[in-house]
């Protein structure tokens, strides 16, 4: 069974620059989370799908950070403008459901540097 | 809110020998689950084992148990027998509920705690 893919690795951009990051979470997870980790750091959830739903998306800074998860599956996370401060690795994770039974199985992660 | 608070930055222990690492948090929910998670150097963060807290047994999963202490908020995380490929971070998180008994999906991290096993 594939895991959560993410991509890119590695991204490294200018700041005030605009970046995305794609999940493609495992087959029939209907939950997705995305992750901010700073370097040394634990995962601070930014966002919570149910489906298509954002369900949690109190963490996420709006003003420069948006999310979509069409058609329930795939998702991508934007930054825009870019800042110094953004520079961290961002997770994506997926589950059968929200219930603390359910498994949150992570990718690799997106590492994002910005100069 | 919720805080997860591991005391330990890193830890090393010699292969075959037993490690335990500390994790504390803080809650007024009665109800909640806890877990622990290990990242590997450049791998994906997996689950290690997990806790219900209205159970008082403790959990246990091959070689990784815990001691979960309610009343002191405490959620240590004990490795038997330590291999090299347990090198890795090692998180505790916490799962909280909602008024009708229901987890609701969101983790909170502690900082996390570097275990280096050495042959």
């Known amino acids: 069974e594939a895991g959560v893919v993410q991509s890119p690795r590695y991204k490294i951009i200018e700041k005030k620059q605009p970046v995305a990051f794609w999940c493609n979470p495992i087959?029939?997870?209907?939950?997705l989370y995305w992750y901010l980790q700073n370097l040394g750091q634990g995962p601070e959830l930014l966002i919570r799908?149910?489906?298509?739903?954002?369900?949690?998306d109190s963490q996420l800074p709006k003003d420069r950070f948006s999310a979509e998860r069409l058609k329930g599956v795939d998702s991508t996370l934007k930054i825009q403008p870019a800042e110094l401060g953004d520079s961290a690795v961002y997770l994506c994770?997926?589950?059968?459901?929200?219930?603390?039974?359910?498994?949150?199985?992570f990718g690799p992660g997106t590492r994002l540097t910005v100069l | 809110a919720q805080t997860v608070t591991q005391s330990q930055p890193e830890m090393s222990v010699q292969e075959a020998e037993t490690v335990t690492l500390s994790c504390t948090y803080d809650?007024?929910?009665?109800?909640?689950?806890l877990f622990w998670y290990k990242q590997p150097p450049s791998r994906q963060m997996i689950l290690v084992i997990r806790?219900?807290?209205?159970?008082?047994q403790n959990a246990t999963e091959n070689r990784f148990s815990v001691n979960f202490q309610k009343a002191a908020k405490s959620f240590s995380l004990k490795i038997s027998d330590s291999q090299l490929g347990d090198t890795a971070m090692y998180f505790c998180?916490?799962?909280?509920?909602?008024?009708?008994?229901?987890?609701?999906?969101?983790?909170?991290f502690g900082q996390g705690t570097i275990l280096t096993v050495h042959p």
């Open positions: 806790q219900e807290a209205y159970k008082q």
């Open positions: 087959s029939g997870h209907n939950t």
């Open positions: 799908y149910e489906n298509e739903e954002a369900v949690d």
């Open positions: 998180a916490f799962m909280g509920s909602n008024a009708g008994g229901t987890s609701y999906g969101k983790l909170t």
């Open positions: 809650t007024s929910e009665n109800n909640y689950y």
């Open positions: 994770a997926s589950s059968l459901g929200p219930r603390w039974q359910d498994t949150q199985y």
